[in-house]
Structure formats: C-alpha cells, structure tokens
C-alpha cells in the first residue's frame, strides 16, 4: 500500500504541474490561456493555480511572465539584437 504524506501532492499531480511548466517553457511567444492549461491537466482553474502556486512558489501567470524575462534577458547577453 503506498501511502502519500500529507500536505505533500500526488505523484500525478506533480507529473501534470511538471507537464505546464514544460509546455510554458516550450511556448513562452504564444498567448497562452491557463483556464485551457488547467482544463488539459483535468484540473479546475482554482484548483490548478493553488496548485501550481504550491508546487512551484508562484502563481502561472507569473512564473511565465519571470520565464519570458529571462529568455529576453539571455537573448539580449547572447545576441545582437537590440531593445
């Protein structure tokens, strides 16, 4: 019998939290609509935020927009281009 300690998430759910980070990552150009995120995990919108805050320390509209700063930071140290 496994049993899962309280307070920490399921096994499944951090492999689904785990599978948004990864797709925001892979998709930080795009509009990206969490409510369609959080239906594609099986996951209520409330439910995936508090979720994902718990998990990752940020709520998902954040982590992107932290993801999206620092891919322009590294284009703007590892490229020409310009501001």
Avoid: C, W
């Avoid at 049993?3 to 990552?25: C, N, T, Y």
């Avoid at 993801?67 to 590892?78: C, G, M, Y």
Wanted: proline share 6%; charged share 15%.
């Amino acid at each position: 019998m496994t049993v899962i300690a309280e307070g920490l998430p399921s096994p499944h759910l951090q492999r689904k939290i785990h599978e948004v980070q990864v797709f925001l990552a892979q998709n930080l150009a795009y509009d990206v609509d969490l409510n369609a995120i959080a239906a594609h995990a099986s996951l209520s919108p409330y439910y995936f935020t508090r979720q994902f805050t718990a998990m990752v320390g940020t709520p998902p509209y954040r982590y992107l927009i932290s993801l999206r700063i620092q891919r322009a930071a590294q284009l703007l140290l590892e490229s020409e281009l310009t501001v």
